[in-house]
Nanobody, 119 residues
């Protein structure tokens, strides 16, 4: 059974950095793409970044390009989201998700971790 567990959220001030982690278990993820999403109160879920576990290719939403970096540690089966220069509008619940590389939708989701950025 696939399990994704996020950690690393918290309360920070504008301009600070945070690194979120997503520990993946339950299968071999070499054929998967891992993604990070966020959802703020009253807003739709927003795609942030994705990484192909096999070749390391990444892509980002324009809204976070240059501030957020997605990476993976194969040995730890963990995906990270490094977030720099955080802004109050980055406040949201951040979730990681997994999909097969050939699929178009994410089938596995973590429970999410809260990130709150104060001004």
């Amino acid at each position: 059974q696939v399990q994704l567990v996020e950690s690393g959220g918290g309360l920070v001030q504008a301009g600070d950095s945070l690194r979120l982690s997503c520990a993946a278990s339950g299968r071999t993820f070499s054929s998967y793409v891992m993604g990070w999403f966020r959802q703020a109160p009253g807003k739709e879920r927003e795609f942030l970044a994705a990484i192909n576990w096999s070749n390391g290719n990444t892509n980002y939403a324009d809204s976070v390009k240059g501030r957020f970096t997605i990476s993976r540690d194969n040995a730890k089966n963990t995906v990270y989201l490094q977030m720099n220069n955080l802004k109050p509008e980055d406040t949201a619940v951040y979730s990681c998700a997994a999909r097969l590389a050939r699929a178009t939708t994410y089938g596995y989701w973590g429970q999410g971790t809260q990130v709150t950025v104060s001004s």
